[in-house]
């Protein structure tokens, strides 16, 4: 949608005014002494003004975003901690309006009239009793879960109401207060809101589109992290001297700089692969590489900090958890790179053909 | 590259390929030991007169002002083909500084033979008392009359047994203070009073040199800037001007190394090492992004910083060339390569040659230094 910086940068503008309440992350706190229940006003405000269109197309009513769009508007945010889904959100109506039904559409215009919120959850396996095969994240907004049926070899999108979960599979609290629910749909009815290689294509466009979200998340968290490290460095003064004038810190504070410079470069060309044969590669690509810079990172700021660092009441640790929990979400560094494996793999093979 | 190409790009690139698969004599490919001088510098002439030795140069000064696009094309179908490393010091280095501080006549004579491939130029910064401490110098340069008298020692002068000419730093005035006393001077080697002593690298390669300076004259007209005030030549940004240090060339080449490794491995190839080379694949991508951006920011006007660009190029590269050890097993110690059907296998040469990248022109850890103090602003180091 966007031609120029300054046009993304009003779009930026515009979501921190919503997300930003002033409180610096006074919200961010209060979720965490309120969970798992959460204050859905700001929530409505972001609905009001018609985020979650944001990647829809114009012809369906949306903002006509681009992913590059939306790593920045999400790269510009994540300092702020909002406990609101709102990274998650962008990548449901895109999907849903590729199903093209009325109950896809149902679905959409009550997240868009901020009555009822759907997030998508994503297939993995995982360590976890039950032998779950879904997860969705920040769960406890998560009114409804969008996910995908393959159980009867055809694919299937369904919704399904966080009350046919509840019981079995309840929301569990991840270490940044937001919430995971781990679930599998064996004897879930769920609603059908399509089906067939369409719709399985929308849901994989999603799901890269998750990962790509996260990754500028991560770049967004960690630069605010070493921000906030950096400010120490110049402050805090041990044997008569800022301790940012020693070599060992400094060096180690280059390093960090680079691999967060080199991440937001991955992510922001990522974005512009999206809705190309490269699109899955580049997502994982920079979910990868963001996931495996932002956790580093973020251990640095709280080792250069000291034991302020790895207190609670110090807002650094706000900025580790998330990291961390963003980190593993829509795939860990790991993950990701056996999927970059893959598809390298087959490039090169196809290319050398050629 | 990850974002998808315009149909003018893909042409392009179809172009470079084709040029490339019919002109590059198939002796000169898959090397990693940069060819003798006469044996490369044909090709280096043929790049040139194809107009892309200097894509990034202005069509005035000879170049194809080539987008961030198609700069990246060039690189990727170099590393794709196997193409030569080029003695390319003249354009990467000393032609923006002429350009941008010399005089019209020192551009006019020797801007056109560096692109032409008449003059090699080496670099003169280092001495044997003087590395990271490159103020510190001792070469000397008195000034006679119309004249520049230097005595002294350079080292480390990457390919200077085979270079005509040297760009050097020499110190000047013996009172003036530190760093105000250093004069940029550019010095034809066929001068007499001039000895050169190649020196056999851990790479087991003739790329380095000693050069030694004995009452050698130069005209002042060779001085670039002003006398005494060479320093600031050396220290001024120049961040747009060496951009190039951030150039995924390298990286590409060595990832060249570890994708026909894996295909030669195929199914042999274990979760660790397929870890590894996805790593390496992403590392590579994440280059060559903050180097298509840093070209794209120039192009906007915006200031990058040639710090971060050259600690990001360079540990890349060395990076990729672990994971290339990795993957090899025993063969890693090997000395020369393999040649398996089509395909090149070098084991051990690049990862050995590519020690100096995290040293020249800076080392590592002076541009870490750079970085906290003029990106980062931390207080002055100790």
Not at chain 2, 32 to 55: C, D, H, N
Not at chain 2, 181 to 205: C, E, S
């Amino acid at each position: 949608m966007s031609d120029s910086a300054s046009e993304r940068g009003l779009l930026r503008d515009s979501a921190r005014r919503l997300l930003d309440t002033g409180s610096q992350l006074g919200r961010t706190r209060a979720a965490r002494a309120s969970w798992p229940e959460v204050d859905r006003k700001i929530w409505g405000e972001v609905c009001l003004a018609g985020w979650p269109m944001l990647l829809a197309s114009e012809v369906d009513g949306g903002w006509g975003a681009d992913a590059s769009d939306m790593v920045a508007v999400l790269d510009g945010v994540a300092d702020l901690l909002a406990p609101e889904p709102f990274a998650a959100s962008l990548v449901v109506a895109p999907l849903l309006l590729a199903c093209g039904t009325s109950s896809a559409r149902a679905v959409l215009d009550d997240m868009v009239e901020g009555r009822s919120i759907a997030l998508t959850a994503l297939g993995e396996t995982f360590p976890m009793a039950g032998d779950p095969t879904h997860v969705v994240a920040e769960a406890q907004w998560a009114d409804r879960i969008v996910c995908a049926d393959r159980t009867g070899g055809a694919f299937r999108l369904l919704a399904v109401e966080r009350e046919e979960l509840d019981q079995a599979w309840p929301a569990r609290r991840t270490v940044d207060d937001g919430s995971l629910r781990f679930f599998s749909i064996e004897g879930v009815a769920g609603q059908e809101l399509g089906l067939g290689p369409d719709i399985q294509g929308a849901f994989e466009a999603a799901g890269n589109l998750l990962r790509l979200g996260a990754a500028a998340s991560l770049v967004g968290v960690a630069q605010r992290a070493f921000d906030m490290t950096l400010d120490y460095l110049k402050v805090r003064r041990q044997f008569g001297v800022p301790i940012g004038s020693f070599q060992a810190l400094q060096h180690r504070a280059a390093s960090m700089h680079v691999g967060c410079m080199a991440a937001r470069a991955l992510v922001r060309e990522a974005a512009l692969a999206v809705g190309t044969s490269n699109e899955g590669r580049a997502c994982a690509m920079a979910k990868a590489k963001a996931s495996a810079m932002a956790v580093g990172l973020v251990k640095e700021c709280v080792q250069m900090h000291g034991a302020i660092g790895f207190t609670n009441e110090y807002d650094l640790a706000l900025y580790f958890r998330r990291a961390v929990s963003l980190a593993s979400s829509y795939g860990g560094a790991d993950m990701c790179r056996q999927q970059v494996f893959d598809d390298t793999v087959q490039a090169f093979i196809k290319e050398q053909a050629a | 590259m990850l974002r998808p190409e315009t149909p003018e790009q893909s042409a392009f690139r179809a172009e470079v390929r084709a040029w490339f698969e019919a002109e590059l004599p198939p002796s000169l490919r898959d090397l990693t030991f940069r060819p003798a001088r006469e044996l490369i510098m044909p090709w280096y002439k043929r790049v040139s007169q194809r107009g892309w030795l200097a894509p990034e140069w202005k069509r005035a000064d000879g170049g194809m002002e080539a987008t961030p696009v198609q700069q990246i094309i060039l690189i990727e179908e170099a590393a794709r083909i196997g193409a030569p490393d080029l003695p390319t010091q003249g354009v990467h280095q000393i032609g923006p500084i002429l350009r941008r501080f010399g005089t019209k006549e020192q551009q006019a004579r020797h801007l056109p033979p560096i692109l032409a491939g008449d003059i090699l130029w080496c670099q003169g910064y280092s001495e044997p008392g003087s590395g990271s401490d490159l103020a510190s110098l001792s070469t000397r340069g008195r000034v006679e009359g119309d004249e520049i008298v230097i005595t002294g020692q350079k080292t480390w002068n990457t390919w200077a047994h085979n270079a005509d000419w040297m760009y050097a730093l020499v110190r000047s005035n013996e009172d003036a203070p530190k760093r105000q006393n250093i004069t940029f001077v550019l010095i034809d080697l066929k001068t007499p009073g001039i000895t050169r002593r190649p020196i056999l690298t851990l790479a087991d390669d003739y790329e380095l040199c000693e050069v030694f300076f004995d009452e050698v004259r130069v005209p002042l007209e060779n001085v670039v800037g002003e006398v005494d005030k060479g320093w600031d030549i050396v220290t001024a940004l120049l961040t747009n001007e060496r951009v190039q240090i951030g150039s995924p060339s390298n990286a590409l080449r060595a990832l060249q190394r570890v994708r026909r490794i894996v295909r030669l491995l195929g199914e042999r190839l274990d979760a660790s090492g397929r870890d590894k080379v996805a790593q390496a694949e992403i590392e590579v991508a994440a280059l060559t992004a903050a180097f298509l951006q840093a070209l794209e920011d120039l192009a906007a006007g915006v200031q990058c910083d040639a710090s971060y660009l050259k600690i990001l190029a360079s540990e890349t590269t060395q990076f990729v060339l672990d994971v290339e050890q990795g993957l090899c097993g025993p063969a890693a110690a090997l000395k020369s390569p393999e040649r398996v059907g089509e395909d090149v296998i070098d084991f051990s040469e690049l990862f050995l040659q590519s020690r100096r990248l995290s040293i020249y022109g800076g080392t590592n850890e002076i541009q870490r230094g750079l970085l906290a103090a003029r990106v980062l602003e931390l207080p002055k180091g100790r």
